[in-house]
């Protein structure tokens, strides 16, 4: 508490006091909130169980910016993630409080429907999960569920973009109708990217998508992080202090289920205003 | 009665071994224990091992043989016309003989010959009793004696016990072995007389089964006729009809209980469902005579079908009664093999739950069910007491489930029950079938085994 | 295109899909739900027919007969030779009662319609009346005797009276007669005790489980003291001893096929080499053992393997680490630590041989035998044999008789697999 405080003194020493006072929350430093937002999260609590994993934690997600998740294993940084998709709907001891809000609309809203959330929310996993089915196949699926596509050539050129935006077409093109779980780790983990955004969606989650992978297909993902953003929200858990500070435009720092800090990438690795942020960062712990 | 009395008194000698080795190895070394290589026990465990097992081993060799010796002793003292006869006719006149010494036949007009014969083996099988007795007995003491005047301090008692029990352990596990071995031979041996008589290629090919063969050879009537394929259509047409009920239910509660069930919904379904596999067959057997042949046979007649009351519907939809549990236990097994993240990456995507299930788990899953098809099919193929009791025995090479069919199982037991000369056509065409419901199955279970395997290893 | 307007593209095709998509949703869970509600069906549906075809099987019709224990169909007042007591005519005895009730029937054919109303067993209660009290002779008593099988029919509503004469087992001259002897209250039914203290019998009404239950249980010892030690020993050896190699591999697809053999052929190695070779009685339990042990010899084995695999390597370690030999550490640790898992398949693997028949049949053991057994080398029956034997039957009233074995049966093996349960939770340990 003590912490929090000296350090909101210190934001507002910094600029205009009113609306500055507006962007951020009790307990976490930083700016939480966003101009802009494609999601906005307030006061979230999640349970698994008796257990509590997730802390009271607010956050916006900006359009079209990418935003890391950072802090130690077990924090909760999974388990927000998934949240904002409902994943956690298919974990029966999972439950959610608090607001979660796309677009201005409530997520958790009883009458919400996933099937759509999650056309719209993407999301791909630590461990590359193809299907085991060909590559085609594995882009098809979603299109083909949510009915998108008229015929075989829109299907075709669906794939092919996915593929390409995802910077898998050149070395795939040849072995469409391949087993998708043939390809090197890399290239699967750029297929689920190219799975989820086959469906275009809005929003992509992504759970520590490069921690399976060596440093060449680290690259080349973050890379293609970039170039998403333009079109895309994303939101990224990750491991790497780098990697968060090479593809972000905000970060989130996590400890113990709490969101601790958040704000301007290059401001949390720089002057981290929080002590645990700082700890983190330097590497003292985690 | 007799028997189990020795085995008793050889229990007790052994105990009686055990102390009186132990207490030797004791006294050898004063009571100071840590003198002897090996403690006490040990040297007890190995007296009583050298006091029962030769015994034992004794016992059971001549039990196994006395039967055959004794008969062929009383053989040997029948007149020369009665030796003179064919094996058949001998067997015969033999198991006569038998059955006079128990005083099984009470029929006042008893051959001289066979009386005195039979007054023979019984004074013969008493002598072979008495004598198994004291010579089971004083091997058991000797060696007992033996074992405990062989007790020294440096005896390594231990190590001898424990080969003797890894030995134990050895030959227990090549008993499985030895399983096999004894059904491919037993089965083989026949199998082979019986291609002496009848051609491979007749049994295997022919269109005709009528198993009948004449009892005396001047008798009208069929000579018999082994022609298989009728057997094994009416098996395929059967374990079929099993299948489509079988796979079905199956399979679909199987994804139920795995992925749409709540906890408490499951920990009471499922040992209820479970409780189908334990029913024996013969439970299955009664149901489908008494209650759904009839069922619908009623139901034939009333739309106007003329359903037999044997037919292969009814036996084939009660044994896949019978199978649903074993394709449902076997389904979640594979179901459950099926990782996590692939479900993930479905409901990531937005699919809903049966579109998950039918486009991403099932595909992944399908070796397991595949092989567990298999498994689920052999099964049926190899299944008895249903079709017995429900299916018929005239082999109609029909594919019309509302007919009768019999099936190899109806037929081995047919041909096997009831009294039977071991050498006639008909008795030795129960084991060919059987052989070829051995490779039938054995061959399913091969390939079913090895499918789940590499199943597991792939989601390991 | 700007992926905004992509997107909303996409977002409208979702929505318009949603129902359709929803629907399918519900059918495949009512697919499933119907399928796991159709196999709950089956089971009770199975046990609704078994019990209320069945539960009647426990009571039996019996005659209240006034028996006059003439010394001249018996033996004079004061024999007490059980050889004389024994052969007496007693059937006549009960004839003549009958006669004496029904002084209206003349006919001879008649007659013997007439007695046939009575079993053919009453005479030996009244033997065994007379012989364990000989002072009966002379005397007058009421007895209760053992109706014949088709009146028990008649009075437990198993006979459609609707049908004609000719097609009914109970003519309509017999009708009158059970009509007045129920008037006169001389008809009872009373729990069936011959049902459970009788072997087998051609007259339902005589026929009884102890002979199969005696059969069973023989039967099950032998195949326990030979598949339990056998099959623990060969899972000891293959999971702690055993050097990875081709022959033990052998071995382990050898179980795993033997586990999958048709029981029948089982029943055709048991006749070939017990039988056949060995020179073994047939239809004796000593040699149904056998059988029944080798075939469920796999099912032990793959058991206490799963059990000895649950114990951790860290007890293993402990032991040897302080000086015991393999053995040691076998019998003193890993063992009983194991024992609840093995004993739990060896139950179930017997619950499996006590239901199995085929194999038995294979080995002469569907033979009709009236004689309980009293040892394991006396021919005799087992319970799902005795099933099968009657079930075969044409009598209406086996029916009643194979459902209530059937009863029995069932609920051996469902205190069986109870047992099993319990056994496994009460043990059940999470390392
Ligand atoms: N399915 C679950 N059931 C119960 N508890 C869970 C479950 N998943 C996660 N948890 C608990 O919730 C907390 C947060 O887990 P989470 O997976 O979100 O951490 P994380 O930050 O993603 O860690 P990592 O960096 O190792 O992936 C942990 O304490 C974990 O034990
Ligand atoms: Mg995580």
Redesign the pocket.
């Known amino acids: 508490m003590n912490d929090t405080s000296t350090a909101k003194t210190g934001l507002q020493s910094e600029a205009g006091a009113a609306m500055k006072q507006n962007r951020t929350a009790e307990g976490t430093v930083g700016e939480v909130y966003v101009d802009d937002p494609r999601m906005t999260c307030r006061n979230v609590d999640v349970y ?2 008796e ?1 509590q ?1 997730i802390f009271d934690v607010s956050l916006d997600v900006g359009k079209n910016q990418v935003i890391s998740m950072i ?1 130690p ?7 927000f993630l998934r949240c904002l998709n409902r994943m956690n709907d298919t ?1 029966d ?2 439950r959610v409080t608090g607001q979660i809000k796309m677009d201005g609309q409530d997520i958790y809203d009883g009458g919400l429907d996933v099937v759509p959330l999650r056309a719209s929310v993407g999301m791909v996993f630590q461990k590359p999960n193809p299907f085991p089915k060909s590559i085609y196949d594995n882009i098809a699926y979603g299109p083909r569920i949510h009915g998108l596509c008229d015929d075989k050539q829109h299907l075709d050129s669906i794939v092919e973009k996915s593929l390409q935006r995802a910077g898998l077409w050149e070395e795939v093109k040849d072995r469409l109708d391949q087993p998708g779980t043939g390809l090197s780790g890399g290239q699967q983990q750029r297929l689920c990217i190219a799975r989820a955004i086959a469906v275009s969606p809005e929003v992509i989650l992504m759970d ?1 998508p490069c921690s399976a992978l060596d440093p060449i297909a680290t690259a080349k993902i973050e890379e293609l992080i970039d170039e998403l953003r333009e079109n895309f929200t994303i939101a990224i ?1 990750t ?1 790497s202090m780098q990697q968060a500070a090479r593809v972000s435009q905000r970060t989130a720092y ?1 400890h113990l289920g709490k969101l601790i800090e958040v704000g301007e990438t290059d401001q949390i690795f720089t002057s981290p205003r929080h002590k645990l942020t700082e700890d983190y960062i330097t590497g003292r712990f985690g | 009665m007799h028997t189990s009395t020795l085995i008793i008194l050889l229990l007790g000698l052994m105990s009686l071994a055990y102390y009186f080795g132990r207490k030797r190895s004791l006294s050898i070394v004063g009571g100071k224990i840590r003198d002897l290589h090996s403690l006490p026990s040990y040297y007890g465990l190995q007296t009583a091992m050298w006091c029962g097992i030769p015994a034992l081993i004794l016992l059971s060799l001549w039990i196994s043989f006395e039967e055959t010796v004794v008969t062929g002793i009383v053989v040997e003292s029948l007149p020369q016309e009665l030796q003179s006869l064919p094996p058949e006719r001998l067997d015969l006149v033999l198991n006569d003989v038998r059955n006079l010494s128990k005083g099984d036949i009470v029929s006042s007009t008893v051959d001289q010959t066979m009386q005195q014969a039979a007054d023979h083996y019984s004074s013969l099988m008493d002598i072979s009793h008495m004598a198994l007795f004291v010579v089971a007995l004083s091997v058991a003491i000797l060696a007992g004696l033996w074992a405990r005047r062989t007790i020294t301090r440096e005896q390594r008692a231990r190590n001898r016990v424990e080969k003797a029990i890894n030995f134990f352990l050895l030959s227990s596990s090549t008993l499985a072995i030895f399983t096999t071995i004894g059904i491919v031979l037993s089965v083989l041996f026949e199998s082979m007389r019986f291609f002496q008589q009848i051609p491979v290629t007749e049994f295997l090919f022919g269109l005709e089964w009528s198993p009948q063969t004449a009892i005396r050879p001047d008798q009208v009537g069929s000579s018999g006729v082994f022609g298989s394929v009728p057997l094994f259509a009416g098996t395929m047409l059967i374990t079929l009809i099993a299948m489509i009920v079988a796979v079905p239910i199956g399979l679909m509660s199987a994804i139920y209980m795995a992925e749409y069930a709540g906890k408490r919904f499951r920990t009471l379904a499922k040992p209820v469902l479970e409780v189908l596999a334990g029913i024996p067959t013969v439970v299955y057997g009664f149901f489908a005579a008494l209650t759904v042949a009839p069922f619908f046979r009623d139901m034939g007649t009333n739309i106007g079908l003329t359903v037999s009351s044997e037919s292969a519907l009814a036996a084939g939809v009660v044994m896949g009664i019978m199978i649903i549990p074993f394709v449902s236990s076997l389904s979640d097994d594979v179901i459950n093999a099926v990782p996590q993240a692939m479900r993930d990456g479905a409901y990531g995507l937005g699919a809903t739950r049966s579109e998950t299930i039918r486009n991403v788990i099932i595909p992944a899953a399908l070796p397991g069910i595949v092989g567990g098809v298999l498994l689920a099919v052999s099964r049926a193929i190899g299944e008895t007491m249903i079709v017995v009791m429900a299916a018929g025995l005239s082999a109609n090479l029909s594919a019309n489930p509302l007919e009768a069919v019999t099936t190899v199982t109806v037929q081995i037991v047919t041909l096997l029950v009831g009294d039977q000369e071991f050498d006639s056509a008909k008795t030795l065409a129960a084991f060919a079938l059987a052989l070829v419901l051995f490779v039938i199955t054995l061959a399913l279970n091969m390939i079913a085994l090895h499918i789940v395997r590499k199943y597991r290893e792939q989601y390991e | 295109m700007n992926n905004q307007q992509q997107h909303q593209k996409t977002m409208e095709r979702v929505q318009q899909g949603l129902d359709r998509r929803y629907r399918k949703e519900r059918h495949f869970r009512w697919l499933g739900l119907g399928a796991i509600i159709l196999g709950l069906l089956f089971v009770s549906f199975l046990f609704i027919t078994i019990i209320s075809n069945g539960y009647t099987a426990f009571q039996q019709t019996y005659v209240k007969l006034d028996v006059f224990y003439d010394p001249e169909m018996i033996a004079p007042i004061g024999e007490t030779d059980p050889e004389v007591l024994s052969r007496a005519n007693y059937g006549g005895l009960i004839k003549a009662s009958m006669r004496q009730m029904f002084p209206e029937v003349t006919n001879r054919r008649e007659k013997k319609v007439l007695y046939g109303l009575i079993s053919t067993g009453a005479s030996y209660e009244l033997r065994n009346a007379v012989m364990s009290n000989p002072a009966l002779i002379g005397s007058k008593a009421e007895v209760w005797v053992v109706a014949d099988d088709d009146v028990d029919m008649l009075i437990k509503g198993h006979i459609d009276l609707r049908l004609p004469e000719s097609d009914r087992r109970i003519k309509d001259n017999q009708l009158g007669w059970i009509h007045l002897l129920q008037e006169q209250d001389r008809i009872e039914k009373r729990f069936n005790t011959t049902f459970f203290t009788a072997g087998d019998s051609r007259e339902p009404e005589l026929s009884g489980i102890k002979g199969a239950i005696a059969g069973s249980f023989f039967t099950l010892l032998i195949c326990l003291t030979i598949a339990f030690p056998v099959g623990v020993a060969a899972a000891v050896y293959l999971e702690e001893f055993a050097p990875k190699n081709r022959w033990t591999d052998l071995i382990e697809v050898n179980i795993n096929n033997l586990a999958a053999v048709p029981s029948i052929v089982f029943g055709l190695l048991g006749l070939a080499v017990f039988i056949n070779f060995f020179g073994l009685p047939r239809s004796v339990p000593l040699v149904g053992g056998l059988v029944l042990a080798l075939m469920t010899l796999p099912t032990i084995i793959i058991a206490s393997r799963a059990a000895l695999k649950s114990v951790p390597p860290s007890i293993r370690e402990a032991a040897l680490g302080i000086g015991a030999s393999p053995m040691q550490t076998i019998t003193h640790h890993v063992l009983p630590l194991a024992l609840p898992g093995m004993l739990t398949g060896t139950i179930i693997g017997m619950a499996q041989a006590l239901g199995e028949t085929a194999p038995l049949l294979m080995i002469g053991m569907v033979a009709f035998i009236v004689d309980v057994p009293g040892s394991v080398m006396d021919p005799s029956a087992v319970l799902p044999v005795q099933i099968y034997l009657w079930a075969d039957s044409p009598e209406r009233a086996f029916v009643e008789r194979t459902s209530a074995a059937i009863m029995v049966l069932l609920a051996f093996l469902i205190s069986m697999n109870l047992l099993a349960v319990w056994l496994r939770k009460k043990f059940e340990r999470r390392w």
């Open positions: 698994y169980g257990k994993a802090g294993s077990g924090c909760g940084k999974s388990t974990i001891i999972c520590e858990v491991h996590f």
